[in-house]
């Protein structure tokens, strides 16, 4: 166990969240079709490398999303589900909300990464809605995002501001999806989830048992094949 | 019958108290403002209305919403850091919100426009805002039946249009415009130029006149 807990360390200290942003990157396999959800996913994009030939989707109805616009780019119909203004690559397509969020429900994204609130052991997804009586509640794309794409990767700290593990043995806020989310990157390890339970591809700054005090499910070493 | 108006006032001049009204428009882009401000202007008032959003800002929809003209909003996103007077209204107990996954709203407004009775879909399987759906497996995965949502009117934004009412976009302020312009029985477009008939190349029409009802030109 503690050879095989050694090896999954891959960083001496917690990653930042630039670090993360990057490791989430290099793991977007090239030519893949992507949703960067809103908040720490859109770090990912600084990090994409012209040669993986990553196209970015953005659910208001744009394939070939380019970075944030500045200056003299601003244009006010151009922006991404964030309602920040972007650029267009060449190559990049514009089509109407219900072919978008059909290339999303018909399963044409690759990947989609998300922010979350919390995730299962079976991968159930928390991330629109904290459930309290008096907040407005707004849902956006996130369930279509979770529903839709062939993988959701989950971007969060491993722990609230209270210490409480985010990845849970069933989700407390209310749900955006049942069973969608494969990967979970954190700044203390990345997760695989699913019908097999939490396997733990590699840890920073802790090790496998360091990281099992932690979490309140059972986690097990993926196999090296993941890593 | 299309008809080409001069002014956003008379466009919009049909409108009736207790309309539900589609209103284009993704945040602002694509938003018609100018037939918004008629609508507001025009004094129509418990409407319900079908945006991605519930207003942002002191512009267009927050204003309709501002002056209680909204009795229901059905939306995705009303939340925002600019959304106060809807959420003032809100906490209030003065609106209605109808909360719908951006996807199924999307689809729930293509289908009344292509004559769709409802459509099973993944999207808020097992969720609260399933609750009391009904539900079935279909191909091993969990659905929820969604019905069309129809409008009496769509205010709709579009860059260009021609003699017949063919309209073309602008980059992401297409959003809703498409769908919402044929789920509509009456659909209201401001375009920003109107081109002579024969002037938009065919084969880049987005939403064919068919669905277009008035048009009329805002600077």
């Known amino acids: 166990m503690s050879i095989q807990t050694a090896s999954l360390q891959t960083s001496d200290k917690p990653l930042g969240r630039d670090d993360l942003a990057r490791l989430v990157a290099r793991d977007i396999k090239p030519g893949s079709f992507v949703n960067l959800g809103i908040g720490q996913p859109t770090l990912v994009s600084n990090y994409l490398e012209p040669e993986q030939n990553i196209t970015l989707h953005t659910e208001n109805g744009m394939l070939g999303m380019g970075p944030v616009a500045e200056g003299d780019q601003i244009d006010g119909d151009l922006i991404n589900a964030g309602k920040i203004p972007v650029t267009e690559l060449p190559g990049a ?7 978008s969020f059909a290339i999303m ?7 989609c990464v998300l922010g979350a609130f919390q995730v299962s052991a079976t991968g159930d997804l928390a991330n629109w809605h904290t459930g309290a ?60 989830t699913g019908p097999d339970g939490v396997q733990v591809r590699e840890t920073f700054g802790c090790t496998l048992e360091e990281l099992q005090a932690l979490v309140p499910v059972p986690l097990t070493a993926a196999p090296a094949v993941e890593r | 019958m299309l008809t080409f ?19 284009g428009g993704f945040g602002n882009a694509g938003q018609p403002f100018e037939l918004i401000d008629a609508l507001l202007d025009g004094g129509a008032t418990d409407l319900t209305v079908v945006n991605n959003n519930a207003g942002q800002g002191d512009q267009g929809l927050a204003l309709l919403i501002k002056e209680g003209r909204v009795r229901k909003m059905i939306c ?86 021609d003699g017949k009412g063919n309209l073309v976009y602008r980059k992401t302020a297409r959003n809703f415009g498409p769908i919402m312009a044929a789920a509509a029985k ?24 068919i669905y277009v009802n008035s048009i009329v030109k805002v600077a």
């Open chain 1, 93 to 99: 397509s514009y089509f109407h909300h219900a072919d």
């Open chain 1, 105 to 111: 429900r018909g399963g044409h994204l690759d990947i």
């Open chain 1, 133 to 192: 009586p008096d907040a407005i509640p707004a849902v956006g794309g996130a369930m279509d995002l979770a529903t839709g794409a062939k993988d959701v990767f989950v971007m969060m700290t491993l722990l609230t501001r209270d210490g409480a593990s985010k990845i849970v043995d069933a989700c407390t806020y209310p749900l955006t999806g049942v069973g969608c989310v494969t990967r979970v990157y954190t700044d203390k390890a990345v997760f695989l």
């Open chain 2, 5 to 23: 108006i001069d002014t956003v006032g008379e466009a919009v001049a049909g409108i009736k108290d207790g309309s539900t009204v589609m209103i």
């Open chain 2, 76 to 161: 995705s996103f009303p939340r925002q850091s600019d959304s106060w007077h809807f959420d003032a209204k809100y906490k209030a107990g003065e609106i209605e919100l109808e909360l719908v996954p951006q996807g199924n709203l999307a689809e729930r407004i293509r289908a009344a426009g292509a004559g769709i009775g409802g459509f099973f879909t993944p999207t808020g399987y097992g969720t609260m805002l399933a609750e009391g759906k009904e539900t079935r497996i279909i191909d091993g995965r969990g659905q929820v039946f969604e019905t069309p949502i129809h409008a009496d009117v769509a205010l709709i934004k579009a860059l260009k249009a």
């Open chain 2, 186 to 209: 009456h659909t209201i477009v401001q375009v920003s130029e109107i081109v002579p008939t024969g002037g938009l190349d065919p084969e880049n029409v987005v939403t064919p006149g």
